[in-house]
């Protein structure tokens, strides 16, 4: 179910950030929610991946908004393809 779904999120989010990292994030998700949502995708991917070594910081997750906001520039038009994994559901909002 789409809760369920938000809460697996939710949950692997607290793991992978620090709280000022989660600070931030739910600021950007206030001002700029499908940017933040975004960075959330692709927090998850490197976790289910292991690629995380210890918890992001505000550093790091400012870092990852840079990388992210670059990819969306670079590929508007092909952004979501990858999102079909974690979401399937939600193709249709953008």
Not at 61 to 79: A, H
Request: charged share 35%; no cysteine; proline share 1%.
């Amino acid at each position: 179910s789409r809760y369920r779904e938000a809460e697996i999120r939710n949950t692997i989010l607290a793991q992978v950030l620090d709280q000022a990292a989660r600070a931030r994030l739910s600021n950007l998700a206030l001002v700029k929610p499908d940017k933040a949502k975004a960075v959330e995708n692709y927090l998850i991917q490197m976790a289910r991946f292991g690629q995380l070594a210890g918890k992001v910081s505000e550093q790091g997750l400012i870092e990852i908004l840079e990388k992210v906001s670059q990819q969306t520039e670079k590929k508007t038009t092909v952004k979501f393809n990858r999102r079909k994994v974690l979401d399937s559901d939600e193709e249709d909002d953008y």
